[in-house]
């Protein structure tokens, strides 16, 4: 069951563009927001309420990255992982978070606390190596830096 | 009038402007003149004469593009800012959207009165929260100053303008498949023709254009072509947000005139390289670009002259390989990049990326066979123009196709010192 804020937000969606459907991915986003991931069921209450087949919204969910289709932690790691991040020394920061945590790209901890995901350049690369935890951005992380802060994250 | 018109009135501390302060630097002053004196046609004239060129990469006429679209055509029509940034080394339009949002609505109000669009939207990416702040914030005041809504400054045009954030994907900064994503599809690319300015969102006729494109376009109607025109060093005009990342002592992003040396960039603005480092090569523009080499430092960084080293100017944001920086892997890490972004719509793009992927990965692992060059320059052909929809293919194959030209030693290397292997075929 889509909750009554979450119709609110995404009739708001609907009501920019001309038929329902066309607000599917705002939809997406607007229930991932408030449930961290979109369940099977969070899926068919959306397509439902879109007036579209599951299947044709599970196409969509599927094909971007930032829509989650299993469950997540409290909190998303991005690692840029692209090209300036490649030769500033990105790997050093996924191999100290990956030991830190004891999760590889894609899981999540065993407190549900982080999950950890490969993400494509980040657009701060003047900064190198960079990083998104949920929507803060660190720019010119050093592995010495990530400790404190992933303590700012409970 | 400004040198630096794009980015002079952004405060050191890069917070945006209010709408009053903007309007106190000049801010909205094309709008009055556009929507007061001129026609939709004489605004569309004036960016003509100025030769601006598509800032998102391709570098094709702003004027051009917009003259397909029929004036006539009846409403809706659409016109959008394409805010995807996603290109890997590009960091230039952030700058424009995070610290100048009101520049960027000034010039969608006025691109969509010459277009005599109604409905805007800005495509921003996901990763981009502030610049979705202050682009919020900046609507919002555009719509209570009068700048947006019906009936702007008492003309009966009207504009409604929209912020739509991505949910990820590089496919989305194509322009067709913005327009799918921007539906509610998989951000797969269009056939063309049509083309989106006859039949783009919804059906209906619709321009896309780079946020930096977007940008110039206040001052071109405010100070004229002729003026735009004097901004450059060369025949490209204007000015360009060039950056450079990679290990160069100061890593950072400038205005300057268009035509500005790869060299000075890299030398003057940039610092030159990391101590113990010597350039060896640079990605002029984005991921999707041929590597330019040391004989290319003294070309200009415009669009025909990057074109007639071989490459292209892409975004304009250099990326810089060092001599200790394994080309190979450097490589690997760009096809990587577009082996996971491709759509998977067109079979060679889907189909050949990943391969490529292999063989680099087989090449670093010593497990390189003989006939890998030839194998990696067949693909270069098979996923070269022509054979898929949009130009994702392509554009990965640009660093493969010149890093196999420049740097040919460096994928030997793997080959003769560590594999045993017999070729696959004879």
């Known amino acids: 069951m889509l909750t009554g804020e979450e119709i609110t937000e995404i009739e708001?969606?609907?009501?920019?563009?001309?038929?329902?459907?066309?607000?599917?991915?705002?939809a997406l986003k607007i229930v991932q927001t408030k449930r961290r991931w979109i369940s099977d069921d969070s899926l068919k209450d959306i397509a439902t309420f879109l007036e579209m087949s599951p299947a044709e919204l599970d196409s969509v969910a599927t094909f971007y990255n930032l829509i989650f289709r299993k469950p997540v932690g409290r909190h998303i790691?991005?690692?840029?992982d692209s090209i300036t991040c490649w030769v500033m020394g990105y790997e050093k920061l996924h191999q100290h978070?990956?030991?830190?945590?004891?999760?590889r790209y894609g899981e999540t901890t065993g407190d549900d606390r982080f999950t950890m995901l490969p993400n494509p350049c980040l657009g701060t690369c003047d900064c190198a190596p960079a990083l998104m935890i949920d929507h803060d951005l660190y720019r010119n992380v050093t592995p010495e830096e990530l400790?404190?802060?992933?303590?700012?994250y409970v | 009038m400004s040198e630096k018109p794009l980015t002079s009135h952004i405060r050191a501390d890069r917070a945006p402007l209010t709408l009053r302060e903007y309007e106190a630097k000049g801010g909205y002053q094309s709008v009055?003149?556009?929507?007061?004196?001129?026609?939709?046609?004489?605004?569309?004239?004036?960016?003509?004469?100025?030769?601006?060129?598509?800032?998102?990469?391709?570098g094709f006429s702003t004027a051009l593009k917009w003259s397909f679209v029929p004036l006539d055509a009846p409403k809706p029509k659409y016109l959008i800012a394409n805010a995807d940034e996603m290109e890997p080394g590009t960091f230039k339009d952030r700058l424009l959207l995070e610290s100048a949002p009101h520049q960027l609505i000034e010039g969608m109000i006025v691109s969509a009165y010459a277009l005599q669009a109604d409905t805007s939207f800005i495509f921003l990416r996901w990763a981009y929260h502030t610049a979705a702040k202050a682009i919020n914030i900046a609507i919002a005041e555009a719509y209570e100053a009068g700048y947006l809504g019906q009936n702007i400054l008492g003309t009966d045009f009207s504009l409604e303008m929209h912020l739509h954030t991505g949910a990820g994907r590089y496919m989305c900064g194509e322009e067709t498949a913005l327009l799918n994503s921007l539906e509610g599809k998989r951000a797969t690319p269009r056939a063309k023709p049509p083309f989106p300015q006859v039949s783009g969102l919804f059906g209906k006729p619709t321009i896309v254009n780079n946020v930096e494109t977007l940008s110039c376009i206040p001052h071109i109607i405010t100070n004229g072509a002729e003026w735009f025109k004097t901004l450059s060093l060369t025949g490209d005009s204007g000015?360009?947000?060039?950056?450079?990342?990679?290990?160069?002592?100061?890593?950072?992003?400038?205005?300057?005139?268009?035509?500005?040396?790869?060299?000075?960039?890299?030398?003057?603005?940039?610092?030159?390289m990391q101590l113990g480092l010597s350039f060896r090569g640079a990605l002029p523009g984005g991921a999707s670009t041929d590597f330019l080499v040391?004989?290319?430092?003294?070309?200009?960084?415009?669009y025909g002259s990057v074109a007639a080293a071989g490459s292209r100017l892409g975004t304009g944001t250099v990326i810089v390989l060092d001599d200790k920086t394994s080309v190979v892997g450097f490589v690997k890490n760009l096809i990587h990049f577009f082996a996971q972004e491709s759509c998977g719509f067109c079979t060679p793009c889907r189909e050949g990326l990943p391969w490529i992927e292999k063989i680099l990965h087989a090449m670093q692992s010593g497990d390189g066979r003989k006939d890998d060059i030839p194998l990696l320059e067949l693909h270069t052909r098979y996923l070269g123009p022509g054979n898929t929809f949009c130009a994702l293919a392509p554009g990965a194959m640009e660093p493969l196709q010149s890093a196999l030209k420049y740097f040919r030693e460096d994928f030997e290397a793997y080959i003769r010192e560590r594999a045993s292997l017999e070729p696959l075929t004879a």
């Open chain 1, 97 to 103: 978070l990956g030991s830190k945590l004891g999760i």
């Open chain 2, 239 to 272: 000015t360009k947000l060039y950056g450079v990342s990679g290990k160069i002592r100061k890593p950072g992003l400038w205005e300057l005139p268009m035509g500005t040396t790869l060299r000075e960039l890299i030398e003057e603005h940039a610092g030159g």
């Open chain 1, 147 to 152: 400790d404190e802060i992933l303590d700012r």
């Open chain 2, 32 to 58: 009055r003149k556009a929507l007061l004196n001129m026609t939709p046609q004489a605004v569309q004239a004036e960016v003509k004469n100025s030769n601006l060129r598509g800032r998102g990469g391709a």
């Open chain 1, 12 to 26: 708001k969606a609907i009501h920019v563009v001309p038929h329902r459907k066309a607000a599917c991915i705002e």
């Open chain 1, 77 to 80: 790691i991005l690692v840029c």
């Open chain 2, 294 to 302: 040391r004989e290319h430092l003294d070309v200009r960084m415009d």
